[in-house]
């Protein structure tokens, strides 16, 4: 799903998120991502697969234009 003034797709947009979650959380297999294109910037979240399973998981705003990561809040 992109816009007129989005060229960072949302493939790219979860590789980019991949990439800096890789590296505080190393293992991303028990993580359910979804990202979604809200106003010209993509929201990529983590959400621990199993209900049981305690804590949380990175999110990220990633811009739609250059791909810069605008913000990011880790949930441990």
């Known amino acids: 799903m992109t816009n007129p003034g ?3 797709d949302e493939a790219a947009a979860r590789a980019i998120a991949n990439e800096d979650a890789r590296q505080v959380y190393r ?14 910037n993509w929201h990529v979240d983590y959400e621990l697969e199993g ?17 810069a990561i605008l913000g990011r809040r880790y949930e441990q």
């Open 6 to 8: 989005t060229t960072i």
């Open 27 to 40: 293992d991303l297999g028990i993580y359910r991502i979804k990202a979604e294109l809200k106003d010209g």
């Open 51 to 67: 209900e049981a399973m305690a804590g949380g998981g990175p999110h990220y705003v990633i811009s739609g234009s250059t791909g």
